[in-house]
């Protein structure tokens, strides 16, 4: 949803657009919360019956051309958010210069170039499914950065690629003690198509701070080495993080199978991952019927043996306990998880979707998965249902 160049003699022009989705989904999974991301509550399952929390949005986006080179653009969207509810935020807000045909430069907040469907994400309509794959999407569900950027076309053979860099930083919320910072925010993207066929190759790094349980490690550091061990290993106060990421989309028209795989380290209790999903549909006049397979799985520990309490006095012994429970109960929330789906989608309208999707989800490996909100009751290794019905319009 991006600017098109008018004409000379019509600059400067005004675009003016936007994209919705009215959701509800189910979860038979009581003890949690199914959601899309972490940054959002989701509150269907536990929380409530029915849930129009995971899905539905709304955002408008403003486009100007100025002059051949000049252009603009802001979107803002309003969904549900941990925080601050549905109060809209702005996605995008940046400034493009086209130095030649081929190259362009941006300043201000972008969208990152991370996952094949990063340009549309937050818009339902564009996507085949009711949402992008849990599994995947979910590491990373940051999708926009303040910065600069730098796009370049080139052609090799038959090919047509573009090749994005950029830099910045982005920061958020994620409850009212829980702030994430990453700074000096470096990424490189690459985009091939040929014929029905896109590729794209990312890789995203970043300094990440996060004001949340640097007391907690400190503690461990009381218990001599194996408690230092653990907090050098696990505290994300301040760590390098990066994330790698490869994707394709076939689409001749009649049909569609698209797949993408990705892996974050961010070398702390929040885990070290690999996720991956393949999809696949076929058009039968207004009616696309479609599966979708997704895993996620830890790359470190989820449970750990924590600080040796033998040999310890109780006082201290009983504070060790306590330490490797809070720890263990961080590492039960790196998501290991299958999902498999189906759905379908009905195209009512030329602008408007109707969609349908039911999936099945298993947590496992003593891991909550994606779910949040977990209770006393969650047993891990369970499989639960999470019917979802979505309407996506454009405007």
Do not use: C
Request: without cysteine; aromatic residues 10%.
């Amino acid at each position: 949803m991006a600017p098109a160049p008018a004409p000379a003699s019509a600059l400067p022009s005004w675009t003016f657009g936007g994209f919705g989705s009215l959701g509800a989904v189910r979860s038979s999974e009581k003890q949690a919360d199914f959601t899309a991301n972490p940054l959002n509550p989701g509150q269907a399952g536990h929380s409530h019956e029915w849930s129009t929390a995971v899905d539905s949005r709304f955002g408008v986006q403003l486009g100007a051309q100025f002059d051949r080179n000049w252009s603009a653009v802001v979107q803002v969207v309003s969904e549900r958010r941990l925080l601050d509810s549905w109060q809209p935020k702005v996605e995008w807000a940046n400034i493009k210069y086209q130095a030649t045909p081929d190259l362009s430069l941006r300043i201000g907040r972008i969208a990152l170039p991370l996952f094949v469907t990063a340009d549309y994400r937050k818009a339902g309509y564009a996507l085949p499914w009711v949402r992008p794959p849990v599994e995947l999407y979910g590491t990373l569900p940051i999708s926009s950065s303040d910065g600069i950027d730098a796009s370049y076309r080139w052609q090799l053979g038959g090919i047509k690629n573009v090749t994005q860099l950029l830099y910045g930083r982005t920061e958020i919320d994620v409850s009212r003690a829980f702030r994430a910072k990453a700074s000096d925010l470096t990424g490189i993207s690459n985009t091939a198509s040929i014929g029905a066929l896109s590729v794209r190759a990312s890789l995203l790094s970043a300094d990440l701070r996060i004001n949340y349980g640097k007391e907690f490690f400190n503690a461990f550091r009381h218990f001599g080495r194996y408690g230092e061990r653990l907090a050098n290993r696990y505290d994300a106060s301040e760590r390098r993080v990066s994330m790698v990421s490869l994707g394709f989309n076939y689409d001749p028209g009649d049909w569609f199978l698209m797949g993408e795989a990705g892996r974050i380290n961010t070398r702390s209790f929040l885990g070290d991952k690999t996720a991956m999903y393949l999809s696949g549909g076929y058009r039968i006049g207004a009616f696309t019927p479609y599966l979708v397979a997704g895993k996620v799985h830890a790359n470190t520990p989820t449970r750990v043996r924590g600080i040796p309490m033998r040999g310890l006095r109780p006082q201290a012994a009983e504070r060790a306990r306590r330490l490797n429970g809070g720890l263990n109960a961080w590492l039960s929330m790196i998501s290991v998880q299958d999902t498999v789906a189906a759905g379908l989608r009905w195209d009512v309208a030329p602008s408007v979707a109707l969609k349908m999707q039911y999936d099945r989800v298993r947590p496992h490996g003593g891991t909550s998965g994606t779910l949040i909100n977990v209770q006393p009751g969650f047993r891990s290794g369970q499989a639960f249902g999470v019917s979802s019905v979505v309407v996506d319009f454009v405007f």
